[in-house]
């Protein structure tokens, strides 16, 4: 009996050791194979090529993997998946059009995922550009999502609830930056806001008994000013001339204002008819500020209009070669037309 026992308890023993042994080995197996994921994880050659990939609503982290691996860019894309599961963030990974690039490991690309850290484009509006040059180059666009359809203006005017029938003039010129899905009203809206500010902005710091009734007169004159010059260096002289004609009760007498109101008549040569051609915008005959403003200002015409250099130069002609005469006179005026014109 006692050798019986003795027997048993060497086999238990014995097993028990061997558990033991297996057990260090699935651990080991388990530690080498974490490791080498992990290796994986961060390998920047795990990724291979650049690609741009789109993450739509509702699609999980297998759907994406799936899309990498179709576009072969990711060859490990379960253990992708897996190795994203024992992270507690990813459920804040987020839709978006994602650009991935050799630089990348998989780890990175999921931390990217998280921080919404999607592709950017970029659309322009120029300094001067109309409402309708506007318009059409959000329409051009390729990314930008068209939500305006053909009646676009009242559209527009609708769905910002814009104050004016006319919303010439009352977007910010400047380089937008949105991520795919992007609407034209989404950029709209941001640039309405930006002019919004930068205008109440310039208007706070306004010259004292200037000839303008309200910022949106402000608005007026700088998109006048916008279209006279784009040289920094005549921006106020300019400004200086037209808000001394204001004070005065003269007429601006200024050709970008015409031009404007003849709209798809003028094809590019201003005629003496087109200057006595009566309409709100023709300042040769029609005092003060036109009604609504001729374009889109920047910064630098809305400053100039609310704080001019002081002065008494009330007239100016182009050069032709892209400055500007001024002049106190109108015989020195007419001088200047005679030297830089009429030749």
């Known amino acids: 009996m006692r050798n019986g026992r003795g027997a048993r308890r060497s086999l238990i023993r014995r097993l028990a050791l061997r558990g033991v042994g297996i057990g260090l080995a699935l651990v080991l197996l388990a530690w080498l194979g974490w490791a080498e994921a992990n290796r994986w994880r961060h390998d920047p050659q795990a990724l291979r090529g650049s690609v741009t990939v789109l993450l739509q609503r509702g699609e999980a982290l297998p759907q994406l993997a799936r899309k990498l691996a179709s576009a072969g860019v990711l060859s490990r894309p379960r253990l992708w998946v897996l190795l994203a599961r024992f992270d507690s963030n990813q459920a804040f990974i987020k839709a978006g059009e994602y650009r991935i690039t050799e630089a990348d490991t998989p780890a990175t690309l999921l931390a990217r995922l998280r921080a919404h850290d999607v592709v950017r484009h970029r659309v322009t509006l120029i300094e001067g550009w109309t409402l309708t040059q506007m318009l059409d180059a959000l ?11 053909e009646d676009r203006l009242s559209q527009l005017v609708a769905a910002l609830d814009l104050p ?12 937008y930056v949105f991520e795919r899905g992007t609407s034209d009203l989404d950029i709209l809206r941001r640039a309405y806001e930006r002019m919004e ?7 706070s710091q306004r010259q004292p008994d200037l000839p ?14 916008e279209k006279e010059t784009g040289r920094a260096e005549d921006r106020g002289f300019i400004a200086q001339v037209f808000v001394n004609r204001l004070r005065l009760g003269m007429r601006l007498q200024t050709d970008p204002t015409v031009i404007y109101g003849l709209g798809d008549q003028f094809q590019g040569d201003l005629t003496r ?28 015409a809305l400053e100039a209009a609310l704080a001019p250099p002081a002065g008494d130069l009330l007239y100016f ?15 020195a005026h007419n001088r200047a037309v005679r030297e830089f014109q009429l030749q």
């Open 164 to 175: 004016y029938e006319n919303p010439e003039g009352l977007f910010f010129p400047d380089t």
């Open 273 to 300: 008819a087109h200057l006595a051609q009566d309409t709100p915008y023709n300042t040769y005959r029609r005092g003060g500020l036109p009604p609504t403003p001729i374009a889109m200002p920047g910064r630098a």
């Open 212 to 225: 303008l009734a309200d910022p949106y007169a402000a608005l007026i004159l700088a998109s006048i000013i």
């Open 139 to 149: 329409a051009r666009h390729p990314i930008v999502r068209q939500a305006l359809g």
């Open 317 to 331: 002609v182009s050069r032709g070669d892209g400055t500007t005469a001024f002049s106190k006179t109108l015989d």
């Open 197 to 203: 500010a930068v205008l109440a902005d310039a208007w």
